[in-house]
């Protein structure tokens, strides 16, 4: 069984390990190989650490521990990032009702096990708990089987296209959306 806690900074290596592992295996033949091939678990380290610390604005991290004291996936989320400030929006068009899922990676090695539909519900139902009305998320426009898997609990492309997501190589993501 599958047990979902708040990520705390201890978890960072944890969490950085997952989210290279995961990129490495999901993005291969959709990103170019030198920007997969670069990551570093150092870096994400760090900058998960720095995320973790920073508890403000409802953002909020869950792990999931499929085996005891071993993270297998994690969820980030809170208010749609930099919702109504135009000059630096992600997502300028998010309004403040509006919750956003940053990220959502789960370890390729439990792919398929129920830990991904565990960690989007529980941060779905904590947005709806704090007062979003809706929820916004950005996937990789190649990535099929992540699409696939947000459709199948219910979101939806919601027409946007947009390649404001640096990390992805500049790439084009699209946005979903779902009700809470």
Known sequence: MTTLRAAVPPDARAIAEVHVRSWQTAYRGLMPADTLNGLSVDAREQAWRERLEEVADGRAALVAEPEPERVGGFVSFGPAEDAGDEDDARDAEAQEHVGEIYALYVD????????G??????ATETLALTG??????????????ARRFYEAAGWSWDGSRSSHQVECANMPVVRYAASL
Do not use: K, M
């Open 108 to 115: 390729p090695a439990h792919w398929g096990s129920g830990v």
């Open 117 to 122: 539909r565990a960690l989007l519900q529980a």
């Open 132 to 145: 979003f009305r809706s929820a916004t998320l950005w996937v990789l426009e190649t990535n099929e089987r």
